[in-house]
């Protein structure tokens, strides 16, 4: 490990930011202050960025094991580390399906020497078919803090509410991806008056909507924690936020497409644009807009969903839904907190470690603490972020083996200069 020095940034905290210099030893804050002694230190210039704790993304599809063509851990870490994430939680839906000890500790293995931390969330279910419930305590004694069926919601409620009971007496929480099959059928984008004017299947909100009332009736009768998924609408946010109110254990998250995005995009007939839950009406993408801006969001969370691009390539209605994520999120989030840096790092660091149970460092590979203060003796996850630097998305630029961004040819302003994992990982456009 190395000493450095991050110089002349705006170290945001959790109540306050200041202008101030940061000390890293060994991979641990040893001092916040102004003109520290960078005697023998490397120093990083920071001057007219945000310095804070690094991301944590709760939701990327990393594909490994089974379908690497399309992503590696390796190459949806170094993804994260150019989008300014400390961590990823790696999604259950690969083949085989995480759902037992040994597929968890293959991705550990395989994680170790990726270029950031990388925690893995077991699936609910043995092969995530919604019948039987996957060994959770086998693979929590592992580090697994999360557990979804992502890619497919728990259709049985007899089942689900099962796995809450399981969940809570081992301290984990599920994560649900919220569509009822029989309401979503086999629709490909939002249902409404576009969908029928394109002749392409309706994807319901209320197959979101529904499941979301359900579930939090099931965390009410039954306890557990639970964490909703890639909401996408306006009333499924209303939804959580007033469980919270009744002292439900209940946490959301957004991907950034579902506010920046609309279900216009559809019209295009490109399928970059499909995803499920599929983009939604523009009262949603400004609803969830303004539910991120003012705290209602627990995590942005990316939903990186890499595919090949001869597996984009075809008709709307045929190709697999999905989008890129992990290198825009910060600047499409930054856009939608309106330059509020405490909102930023809530929704994008703090707040996801907690919910992920990262602040204990419980990863199973690295262990080092992520979401915590820009203070002394907190492990050095931090990112350097520039509010200003306006840049354009260039798909064949990215980390990601794929290239299903709907944002090419996209200028966006605020871009991630480093990412720190107890060492600098990313800095100033190269790997370290």
Same mark, same amino acid.
């Given at each position: 490990?190395?000493?450095?020095?991050?110089?002349?940034?705006?170290?945001?905290?959790?109540?306050?930011?200041?202008?101030?210099? !940061?000390?890293?030893r060994?991979?641990?804050?040893?001092?916040?202050?102004?003109?520290?002694?960078?005697?023998?230190?490397?120093?990083?210039?920071?001057?007219?960025?945000?310095?804070?704790?690094? &991301? !944590?993304? =709760?939701?990327?599809?990393?594909r490994?094991?089974?379908?690497?063509?399309?992503?590696?851990?390796?190459?949806?870490?170094?993804?994260?580390?150019?989008?300014?994430?400390?961590?990823?939680?790696?999604?259950?839906?690969?083949?085989?399906?995480?759902?037992?000890?040994?597929?968890?500790?293959?991705?550990?293995?395989?994680?170790r020497?990726?270029?950031?931390?990388?925690? +893995?969330?077991?699936?609910?279910?043995?092969? $995530?078919?919604?019948?039987?419930?996957?060994?959770?305590?086998?693979?929590?004694? =592992?580090?697994?803090r999360?557990?979804?069926?992502?890619?497919?919601?728990?259709?049985?409620?007899?089942?689900?509410?099962?796995?809450?009971?399981?969940?809570?007496? *081992?301290?984990?929480?599920?994560? /649900?991806?919220?569509?009822?099959?029989d309401l979503?059928?086999?629709?490909?984008?939002?249902?409404?008056?576009?969908?029928?004017?394109?002749?392409?299947?309706?994807?319901?909100?209320?197959?979101?909507?529904?499941?979301?009332? #359900?579930?939090?009736? &099931?965390? #009410?009768?039954?306890?557990?924690?639970?964490?909703?998924?890639?909401?996408?609408?306006?009333?499924?946010?209303? *939804?959580?936020?007033?469980?919270?109110?009744?002292?439900?254990?209940?946490?959301?998250?957004?991907?950034?497409?579902?506010?920046?995005?609309?279900?216009? #995009?559809?019209?295009?007939f490109?399928?970059?644009?499909?995803?499920?839950?599929?983009l939604?009406?523009?009262?949603?993408?400004?609803?969830?807009r303004?539910?991120?801006? $003012?705290?209602?969001?627990?995590?942005?969370?990316?939903?990186?969903?890499?595919?090949?691009?001869?597996?984009k390539?075809?008709?709307?209605?045929?190709?697999?839904?999905?989008? =890129?994520?992990?290198?825009?999120?910060?600047?499409?989030?930054?856009?939608?907190?309106?330059?509020?840096?405490?909102?930023?790092?809530?929704?994008?660091? $703090?707040?996801?470690? #907690?919910?992920? /149970?990262?602040?204990?460092g419980?990863?199973?590979?690295?262990?080092?603490?992520?979401?915590?203060?820009?203070?002394?003796?907190?492990?050095?996850s *931090? +990112?350097?972020?520039?509010?200003?630097?306006?840049?354009?998305?260039?798909?064949h630029?990215?980390?990601?083996?794929?290239?299903?961004?709907p944002?090419?040819?996209? !200028?966006?302003?605020?871009?991630?200069?480093?990412?720190?994992?107890?060492?600098?990982?990313?800095?100033?456009?190269?790997?370290?």
């Amino acid at each position: 490990m190395s000493t450095f020095i991050i110089r002349g940034g705006t170290v945001v905290h959790a109540a306050n930011s200041e202008r101030a210099d !940061v000390l890293v030893r060994d991979g641990r804050i040893i001092e916040v202050g102004i003109k520290l002694d960078g005697t023998a230190a490397t120093e990083i210039d920071a001057s007219g960025c945000l310095v804070g704790p690094a &991301f !944590v993304d =709760l939701h990327a599809h990393l594909r490994e094991p089974g379908n690497e063509a399309a992503e590696t851990i390796e190459s949806g870490a170094r993804a994260g580390a150019v989008g300014g994430y400390g961590a990823v939680v790696a999604m259950p839906n690969t083949t085989p399906t995480i759902d037992s000890a040994a597929v968890v500790g293959y991705v550990y293995e395989r994680a170790r020497h990726a270029v950031i931390d990388v925690a +893995v969330a077991g699936a609910i279910t043995i092969g $995530r078919e919604g019948k039987n419930l996957a060994p959770m305590a086998e693979m929590a004694a =592992l580090g697994v803090r999360l557990f979804t069926d992502d890619g497919n919601g728990v259709q049985h409620g007899g089942v689900m509410r099962r796995a809450l009971r399981y969940s809570s007496a *081992l301290g984990v929480r599920l994560a /649900q991806h919220c569509e009822m099959d029989d309401l979503a059928g086999s629709g490909v984008m939002n249902d409404g008056p576009l969908a029928a004017r394109l002749g392409l299947a309706g994807r319901s909100a209320l197959a979101e909507e529904i499941m979301v009332m #359900r579930d939090i009736e &099931f965390v #009410r009768a039954s306890g557990g924690r639970l964490h909703f998924l890639h909401l996408s609408t306006r009333r499924s946010v209303e *939804l959580v936020v007033a469980a919270k109110a009744d002292g439900l254990d209940v946490t959301c998250e957004v991907a950034p497409h579902h506010f920046t995005l609309s279900e216009d #995009r559809c019209a295009s007939f490109d399928p970059v644009f499909k995803v499920h839950p599929p983009l939604r009406s523009m009262a949603d993408v400004e609803g969830l807009r303004l539910a991120v801006a $003012r705290g209602d969001i627990d995590a942005v969370a990316t939903d990186h969903a890499p595919h090949t691009p001869e597996s984009k390539d075809g008709t709307f209605d045929e190709a697999p839904p999905g989008m =890129l994520g992990l290198e825009t999120a910060a600047a499409l989030t930054w856009g939608a907190v309106n330059g509020d840096a405490h909102a930023f790092f809530n929704v994008l660091s $703090r707040r996801p470690a #907690r919910v992920a /149970q990262l602040r204990a460092g419980e990863l199973g590979v690295r262990r080092i603490a992520h979401g915590g203060d820009v203070a002394p003796g907190e492990d050095a996850s *931090l +990112v350097i972020f520039d509010p200003s630097d306006s840049w354009t998305v260039n798909r064949h630029a990215l980390q990601s083996r794929a290239l299903n961004t709907p944002f090419h040819d996209m !200028v966006m302003t605020g871009r991630v200069r480093g990412t720190v994992v107890g060492e600098p990982v990313w800095l100033n456009g190269e790997f370290r």
